[in-house]
């Protein structure tokens, strides 16, 4: 569905927009790929890998909505991916994330209706799932406001979705970096907040590829949910450092000791499918009465049992040590 179509995605220079242009440009033939961000350097540096003719890059902010209106001039498709997401700067810095995070959110739906894009796709997190940071809560927002977003077009205009999902292995702010250096420099045993913590853990490859089958399942509203496996900490330090010692520094501020996905308070909302799940909107939208059961392929969801949530310490399929090696490939 991506070929011959022009592509943007905002936060383009983060780990996602690199391996998402990577996998776009392997697969498909677009007719423009976008890169919108700030960041002049990266920008530089990711032209030197990303130098196919297709490829466009344009400075700006998502706090900037008339910059974003003409960077999305002839886009059919949209992946918003910038964001502020260090939670402890978050906590300490919390107009600065609201205004990329809630503002930037709005901004773009904003410009992705004055220039007629097809479909949105807005990439969220875990910790907007009954959040307790401010990073989770600007992200619980931005996920009510492109849900909503589908009321203001009327069902003229383009149809938004969500993606949520847990930490990504490797990314930029992931621990796994951190780990890693540590273990090189022989700083040893290894820092965590909480002996008992879990996470849910993605590749940045299944994670770019959830995204793009997303963009053929929506029909617009949803909150998507991947089936993903969990780790455990210690499992995590030794992993990397070959032993389960660690250094317990505490909990930060606005950490949880467990991941949610879907909470227990929207169970009702909640289909299960093969391998992912789906939060229906909890509004109605006046343009049309949707059947979230089917989705735009054909494949079909059953309603969640009352109070079921998806959490990541309770998850069924936690990864081994050795999957957890294998899975930082």
């Known amino acids: 569905m991506f070929d011959g179509k022009s592509i943007l995605i905002t936060g383009g220079t983060g780990s996602f927009g690199k391996k998402y242009t990577e996998t776009?440009?392997?697969?498909?033939?677009?007719?423009?790929?976008?890169?919108?961000?700030?960041?002049?350097?990266?920008?530089?540096?990711?032209?030197?890998?990303?130098?196919?003719?297709?490829?466009?890059y344009f400075i700006g902010d998502v706090r900037d909505g008339e910059r974003l209106k003409r960077a999305m001039l002839g886009v059919d498709y949209v992946i918003h991916a910038a964001a502020l997401k260090?939670?402890?700067?978050?906590?300490y810095n919390p107009n600065e994330c609201i205004k990329t995070n809630i503002?930037?959110?709005?901004?773009?739906?904003?410009?992705a209706i004055a220039t007629d894009v097809k479909k949105v796709i807005a990439l969220s997190t875990d910790k907007a799932a009954n959040p307790i940071n401010l990073y989770g809560a600007t992200k619980l927002a931005s996920d009510k406001l492109f849900v909503a977003a589908n009321n203001v077009t009327g069902g003229r205009g383009p149809i938004f979705?969500?993606?949520r999902y847990g930490n990504v292995v490797g990314s930029r702010g992931s621990v796994v970096p951190l780990f890693k250096k540590l273990v090189a420099e022989g700083k040893t045993p290894l820092p965590v907040t909480h002996e008992g913590m879990t996470r849910f853990w993605i590749t940045l490859q299944g994670g770019v590829d959830f995204v793009l089958k997303n963009f053929e399942r929506m029909h617009g509203g949803e909150i998507f949910v991947p089936k993903i496996p969990s780790v455990?900490?210690?499992?995590?330090?030794?992993a990397y450092s070959g032993t389960r010692e660690a250094k317990?520094?505490?909990?930060?501020?606005?950490?949880?000791?467990?991941?949610?996905?879907?909470?227990s308070d929207d169970s009702h909302l909640t289909l299960e499918f093969d391998d992912h799940f789906v939060?229906?909107?909890?509004?109605?939208?006046?343009?049309?009465?949707?059947?979230?059961?089917v989705n735009g392929i054909g494949e079909t969801g059953q309603t969640v049992a009352a109070?079921?949530?998806?959490?990541?310490?309770?998850?069924?399929?936690?990864?081994?040590?050795?999957?957890?090696?294998?899975?930082?490939?």
């Open 24 to 56: 776009i440009l392997s697969r498909y033939k677009p007719r423009r790929l976008v890169i919108y961000s700030r960041d002049e350097l990266k920008q530089y540096e990711m032209g030197q890998r990303f130098d196919d003719p297709v490829m466009r």
């Open 86 to 91: 260090h939670v402890p700067v978050a906590e």
């Open 103 to 111: 503002n930037g959110a709005q901004n773009v739906i904003e410009a």
């Open 161 to 163: 979705s969500v993606v």
């Open 232 to 238: 455990r900490i210690l499992d995590l330090v030794e």
């Open 248 to 263: 317990v520094i505490g909990i930060r501020p606005g950490e949880k000791l467990h991941e949610i996905m879907c909470p």
């Open 279 to 293: 939060l229906r909107p909890s509004i109605r939208f006046h343009h049309k009465d949707q059947d979230y059961t």
């Open 307 to 329: 109070g079921f949530s998806y959490e990541s310490g309770s998850n069924p399929d936690f990864l081994t040590v050795e999957e957890i090696r294998r899975m930082d490939v």
